[in-house]
C-alpha cells in the first residue's frame, strides 16, 4: 500500500511539477529572448515579472474557446490533447533521480522514441481538422519533418545504448559514473541536439509554424485554452528534450556531493532550456527543403557512421 | 556551422549590452520641441488670442477634425467663438500649424490623451486655448498686420509705411 502511495504521490508531483516549469517557461523564455535582444521582457507583474505567467493563464481561461463551423469537432478537440499525453507520458522513463522516477522500463529509449511519434498525430491532426490551408500546409511539413528527424534521433541514440549496453535510462545514467557519453558520443549528442529541435518544432527549425509564411501553421485555427495545450505542449516538449540530453549524455543526476541530485539534474537541464531559448534568439529560420536535405543528406549518413564507428571501436576495445 | 556558432556568441554578448527599452510610466523619451502632439491654440505676447478664425487651419485639415465660427469684437478685431478640435479624429499632421498665418495653432510635444470616453476627446476653446505663446515668441498678427485693430495705429506696425495721402500727388 505504501509502496503503490509513494508512485502516485511521484506521478502526481512529476506532471504538476512539469507542467508548472513549462507554464514557468513561457515568461522565462520572454525574458531571456528580450535580454539577448537589449530589451527587458515581461517585469511588471509581480516580481521581475514573475507572474506573468499567472495573468496570461488567467487571461487564456477566459478567452472564448471557439472552435470554427467548418473544422472537424472531435479531432479538432482531440489534438492537443494529443500533444500533452504523449509528451507527459514520455516523462515516465525519464530518471530524475535515482528515487524519482515513474516508471522504471528496461526499453525506456524505445518508449520514448515511440511517444515522439505518437507526437507527430498531434500536429497531423490539428492541421487536418481545422479544415485551414494555412494549417494543412503547417500539418504537412511538421509531418514531414517529425517523421524524417526521427530517424536519425533515434539512430543518434544508439550511440548511447552501444555504450551503456542498456536501453534502461537509469542504466544508462549509472553507466556514465566513469565519464559523461557527450564526450564519446559528441557527434549524436549534435544529431540529437538538432533532432530534437526539429522535434519540437522549436525556432529555428520550428517550419510547421512559421508564422512569416503560414500564420500560425497548424495551430492557425486554435484560441483560447486548446491553444494554450499546444503552447505548453511545446514548452513540455523543450523540457523533455532538455531532460532527455542530460540524461543521456550529461549524466543525468551525477554530479558533486555537495548539491543533491535533483539539483544537479534541473541545473543540466535549465543549461539546456536556456540553449533552446538563445538558438531561437540567434538563428534565422532555414527554408523547408533546406530542412529535409541537410536532415536526410547530412545528418543521417554522419548518424549511421557514428553508429558504425562506436560499434566497432565497442567491439574492438571490449573483446 | 561555426557562423552559426559565431552569431549565437555574438547575440549571448547581447546579454551585457545597454537596454533600450524606456520603461514609460516612469521615465519618458525626450521628445524634441517640434514633435506633433497634442493641439494648442496660443496667445500673443500681449496676452491676445492670436487666432484670428481665418479657417485655413479647418480648410487644410485633412480629416476635417476642426471647426470653429469666426465673430469680431467692437474694435473689428476677428477671433473664434468657438473652436472645437475633435481628437478622436486628429491625424497629428501638423497641416493646420503650416497653414496658420498668426502662429495661433500649434502642436506641441504632448501625447498622453488617453480617455474612456471618445466624447472627452472633442475639446473646446477653452481647453485649446493656453496662456503662453508656444513656439514663436514675441509675436503679434496685429502689429505686422496693415490692420488698426486697437493694438497699434495704421502704418505704426513694423516695417511698415505709411498709408497713403490719397490727397497729395507725392508718391
New interface residues.
Given amino acids: 500500500m505504501d509502496e503503490t502511495l509513494k508512485y502516485i504521490l511521484i506521478i502526481v508531483l512529476v506532471i504538476l511539477i512539469l507542467v508548472s516549469i513549462a507554464a514557468g517557461l513561457i515568461w522565462v523564455e520572454r525574458r531571456m529572448l528580450a ?6 521582457g515581461p517585469n511588471r507583474v509581480g516580481p521581475f515579472g514573475i507572474f506573468q505567467v499567472v495573468a496570461d493563464m488567467i487571461k487564456i481561461f477566459f478567452k472564448e474557446d471557439w472552435i470554427p463551423r467548418f473544422a472537424d469537432k472531435k479531432v479538432f478537440i482531440l489534438a492537443p490533447a494529443v500533444v500533452m499525453i504523449t509528451i507527459l507520458l514520455s516523462f515516465a522513463i525519464v530518471p530524475f533521480t535515482p528515487e524519482i522516477v515513474v516508471v522504471n522500463f528496461n526499453i525506456g529509449i524505445l518508449f520514448f522514441l515511440a511517444m515522439s511519434s505518437l507526437g507527430a498525430y498531434s500536429v497531423v491532426l490539428g492541421g487536418w481538422a481545422s479544415n485551414n490551408k494555412y494549417a494543412l500546409l503547417g500539418a504537412i511539413r511538421g509531418s514531414a519533418q517529425m517523421i524524417s528527424y526521427e530517424v536519425f534521433m533515434g539512430l543518434s541514440l544508439m550511440g548511447v545504448v552501444i555504450l551503456a549496453g542498456s536501453f534502461n535510462m537509469t542504466d544508462i545514467v549509472m553507466a556514465q559514473k566513469g565519464g559523461w557519453f557527450f564526450i564519446p558520443q559528441f557527434v549524436g549528442f549534435v544529431i540529437f541536439f538538432i533532432a530534437g529541435i526539429a522535434e519540437t518544432h522549436r525556432l529555428p527549425l520550428d517550419i510547421p509554424e512559421a508564422e512569416s509564411e503560414l500564420v500560425a501553421g497548424y495551430h492557425s485555427e486554435y484560441s483560447g485554452m486548446k491553444f494554450g495545450m499546444f503552447f505548453v505542449g511545446e514548452y513540455l516538449g523543450i523540457t523533455l528534450i532538455s531532460a532527455l540530453i542530460t540524461t543521456l549524455f550529461f549524466g543525468g543526476w551525477l554530479g558533486f556531493h555537495f548539491l543533491p541530485p535533483i539539483v544537479w539534474f534541473l541545473v543540466k537541464m535549465f543549461a539546456f532550456i536556456l540553449i533552446f531559448i ?2 531561437r ?3 534565422p529560420r532555414p527554408r523547408y527543403d533546406q530542412l529535409m536535405s541537410f536532415g536526410w543528406k547530412i545528418l543521417l549518413p554522419v548518424s549511421l557512421l557514428n553508429l558504425l564507428v562506436t560499434g566497432a571501436l565497442v567491439l574492438y576495445f571490449n573483446r | 556551422m561555426f557562423n ?1 556558432l559565431r ?2 556568441w ?3 554578448l ?2 551585457f ?5 524606456i ?1 514609460y510610466p516612469e521615465k519618458k523619451a525626450y521628445l524634441p520641441p517640434r514633435w506633433r502632439g497634442r493641439i494648442v491654440l496660443t496667445r500673443d505676447a500681449d496676452h491676445g488670442e492670436r487666432c484670428v478664425a481665418c479657417y485655413l487651419c479647418a480648410a487644410a485639415c485633412p480629416v476635417g477634425c476642426i471647426s470653429l465660427q469666426a465673430t469680431e469684437d467692437d474694435q473689428a478685431r476677428r477671433y473664434p467663438e468657438f473652436f472645437r478640435i475633435n481628437f478622436s479624429r486628429c491625424i497629428f499632421c501638423g497641416y493646420c500649424e503650416e497653414a496658420c498665418p498668426t502662429y495661433a495653432i500649434q502642436l506641441i510635444p504632448d501625447f498622453e490623451m488617453g480617455e474612456y470616453n471618445r466624447q472627452n476627446l472633442v475639446y473646446e476653446k477653452e481647453d485649446l486655448l493656453i496662456e503662453g505663446q508656444g513656439k514663436y515668441h514675441g509675436y503679434n498678427f496685429y502689429k505686422v498686420a496693415g490692420l488698426d485693430a486697437g493694438v497699434k495705429g495704421k502704418g505704426e506696425g513694423e516695417n511698415e509705411y505709411k498709408p497713403v495721402d490719397v490727397k497729395k500727388l507725392m508718391p
Fill in positions: 535580454l539577448w535582444q537589449d530589451r527587458l538563445l538558438l534568439a540567434g538563428l | 552559426d552569431s549565437l555574438i547575440v549571448f547581447h546579454m549590452h545597454k537596454r533600450v527599452t520603461e
